[in-house]
C-alpha cells in the first residue's frame, strides 16, 4: 500500500516554472514506478510524464517535452515534476500516482494508487 499527497501546484504567468512534489509513504517506495497525470476541466485524465523504479527510465507527453522534467528522490520517498515554460493549456489538476512494477506506463489504468491532485493554473 502506498499513500501520496502532491503539492507544489499554484497560480502563475504563461512562461512562469513550478515544481510539483510527490510525496508517499510506505517502506518499499523505491519499488514502485511513478507516474504524473493531469486533467483539465471537462476532459479526460491523461498522462504527462513517468519514471521507472530505479529512475533510469522516463517517458513524456509530446506536449510536454522539453518543457517538463520527472525525477525521484527513492531516499526521501519523493518524486517531482519540474515544470518550466508553463503554458495556458498546462492549466489542470495535477496527479501522482503509483504502480508495484519496476516498468513506468504513460497508461492511466496501469496505476494502482493515486493522489488526490493539486492545482495548477496558469494566466495568460
Known amino acids: 500500500q502506498v499513500y501520496i499527497v502532491e503539492s507544489g501546484g499554484g497560480l502563475v504567468q504563461a512562461g512562469d516554472s513550478l515544481r510539483l512534489s510527490c510525496a508517499a509513504s510506505?517502506?518499499?517506495?523505491?519499488?514502485?514506478?511513478m507516474g504524473w497525470f493531469r486533467q483539465a476541466p471537462g476532459k479526460e485524465r491523461e498522462a504527462v510524464a513517468a519514471?521507472?523504479?530505479?529512475?533510469?527510465?522516463?517517458y513524456y507527453a509530446d506536449s510536454v517535452k522539453g518543457r517538463f522534467t520527472i525525477s525521484r528522490d527513492n531516499a526521501k520517498q519523493t518524486m517531482y515534476l519540474q515544470m518550466n515554460s508553463l503554458k495556458p493549456e498546462d492549466t489542470a489538476v495535477y496527479y501522482c500516482?503509483?504502480?508495484?512494477?519496476?516498468?513506468?506506463?504513460?497508461?492511466?489504468?496501469?496505476?494502482?494508487?493515486w493522489g488526490q491532485g493539486t492545482q495548477v493554473t496558469v494566466a495568460s
Open positions: 510506505g517502506r518499499t517506495f523505491g519499488r514502485y514506478a
Open positions: 500516482a503509483a504502480r508495484p512494477r519496476s516498468i513506468a506506463t504513460m497508461r492511466r489504468d496501469d496505476y494502482n494508487y
Open positions: 519514471i521507472s523504479w530505479s529512475g533510469g527510465n522516463t
